[in-house]
């Protein structure tokens, strides 16, 4: 048995917490140590995905909504209108409504994707509502996935 001796004497709500800082800095390193901690009985299984998970999660929103932010003023510069045209960028945002779903949930799976594709759906998609459903539905089934293959 591993003893990473991590967290000891930490409520659950402070390993919480922890695990979903942790995600902020590297969601994939997060989501392993999290497994190996559980597997050494260290920590919860459930304290782990969840953390986790809701760390992945807020991330996933915090990208989108960066993307949102800042989007439109980006695609408004010179530099990209010499670049790519309005009309492209509307067929774009089109797409991302009508298929970006495709795009959301394969990014949470292929590395160095994500925060292209995250803030792309932000800069470009006008629903929310949908890559909320997507990107909430991606990191439910990559969480338990990732977090317990290790444990």
Known sequence: MIDLDIGRGLTPWAQLGAIIAATFVSEDL???????????????GFVGVAGC??????????LW?????????????AWVRRRVSAARIERMGDWFDRRGWTAIVAARFVPGTRLP???????????????VLWALLAALVWTPLLVLLVA
């Open 65 to 77: 909504l960066m993307g949102r932010a800042c989007g439109r003023r980006v695609l408004d510069t």
């Open 117 to 131: 594709v995250y803030l792309g759906a932000g800069m470009l998609g006008r629903r929310a509502d949908r890559f």
């Open 30 to 44: 997060t989501c392993i140590a999290s497994g190996l901690l559980i597997r050494s009985r260290q920590l919860d």
């Open 53 to 62: 998970f809701l760390g992945i999660f807020v991330g996933d929103m915090g």
